[in-house]
């Protein structure tokens, strides 16, 4: 059975992988610069008592590697899916309010084109 990937799921961004692609994927999962994250590993693993490094390699271990067809999305694409993971109330709320806008500029144009407007007719008429 093939399955469509999930995009909300975490996954081992092994294109952008230094390593195992552990880093590279929370910072795709969560919005975050790669570079802060790499740092923020290497801060964990010298000042922590080195669980961090066992919990790197069971992250490594268990997930899966990122799906091609979800490497291939633009910009605009993964961080609106990175504010679905973030946020999924905020995300249909911010979704439902560009669809509200465009429903009442719809509705205008919609007014402006039905109305007896005499600039709008004579318009058309130069048109033919």
């Known amino acids: 059975m093939n399955e469509t990937p999930r995009r909300t799921k975490f996954y081992l961004d092994t294109q952008h992988a230094k390593w195992k692609g552990v880093c590279a994927g929370i910072a795709d999962?969560?919005?975050i610069d790669i570079s802060i994250v790499?740092?923020?590993?290497v801060l964990g693993t010298v000042l922590g008592s080195g669980a961090l490094i066992i919990v790197?390699?069971?992250?490594?271990w268990i997930a899966p590697?990122?799906?091609?067809?979800?490497?291939?999305q633009t910009p605009e694409d993964a961080k609106f899916w990175q504010?679905?993971?973030a946020s999924p109330r905020r995300t249909?709320?911010?979704v439902r309010s560009k669809f509200r806008d465009i429903d009442r500029r719809l509705a205008d144009v919609e007014t402006y084109v039905t109305s007896s407007n005499s600039?709008?007719?004579r318009e058309i008429e130069n048109l033919r």
């Open 29 to 31: 999962y969560t919005g």
């Open 38 to 41: 790499r740092i923020a590993m």
């Open 56 to 60: 790197y390699f069971a992250a490594a």
């Open 65 to 72: 590697v990122k799906p091609l067809e979800l490497s291939r």
């Open 83 to 85: 504010g679905v993971r």
């Open 92 to 94: 249909v709320r911010d």
């Open 119 to 121: 600039r709008l007719s």
